[in-house]
């Protein structure tokens, strides 16, 4: 059986009949990573959090759809998002959890993210790399590119 020799208070009975997520967690992912409840995996690992927020250091990219039935809509911390000039957010009305497809059209049949994922890196690498190249000169860099706000 898959949890024989594994160790852990693994919660077998549950973790066959869950009826939600938090159930899930109970009895499996948090046994997993070490912790004692699902609320302490709960409070270590959201990553809406805005005390973790405010400490992103490099820039972050957020992608939520709106509908997401897991991480809902009304968790995002849209605010310290906002206050954090190297965080972005990228809102959808629809996509799911993870549900955003490609159409026929879509880079290697991905999901339109991976697209625009890679432009936004490309973006911010050349954003960084200017700079890098103006900070070697000493010369200021004017009009920065403002993103923090830009859902939609």
Same mark, same amino acid.
Request: charged share 20%; proline share 5%; aromatic share 8%.
């Given at each position: ?5 594994? &160790? ?11 009826? #939600? ?21 709960? /409070? ?7 005390? =973790?927020?405010? #400490? ?29 000039? #190297?965080?972005?957010?990228?809102? /959808? ?12 059209? &879509? ?7 991976? =697209? ?23 010369? !200021? ?8 706000? !830009?859902?939609?």
């Amino acid at each position: 059986m898959l949890w024989d020799g594994i &160790g852990g208070d693994f919660d077998v009975e549950l973790a066959c009949s869950c009826r #939600n997520i938090r159930e899930f967690d109970h009895a499996v992912t948090r046994v997993s990573f070490g912790f004692e409840s699902v609320d302490a995996y709960y /409070t270590a690992c959201s990553s809406g959090r805005p005390e =973790k927020i405010a #400490n992103v250091a490099i820039p972050l990219l957020c992608i939520q759809a709106e509908d997401d039935p897991i991480s809902v809509d009304a968790a995002i911390p849209r605010a310290a998002l906002r206050q954090n000039p #190297n965080c972005v957010l990228v809102t /959808t009305p629809t996509g799911g959890h993870l549900g955003w497809t490609a159409d026929e059209q &879509g880079p290697w049949q991905a999901p339109w993210t991976d =697209k625009g994922v890679l432009e936004w890196l490309a973006f911010t690498a050349d954003a960084a790399a200017e700079r890098r190249a103006a900070a070697e000169v000493g010369v !200021a860099v004017e009009g920065e590119v403002d993103l923090v706000g !830009a859902e939609g």
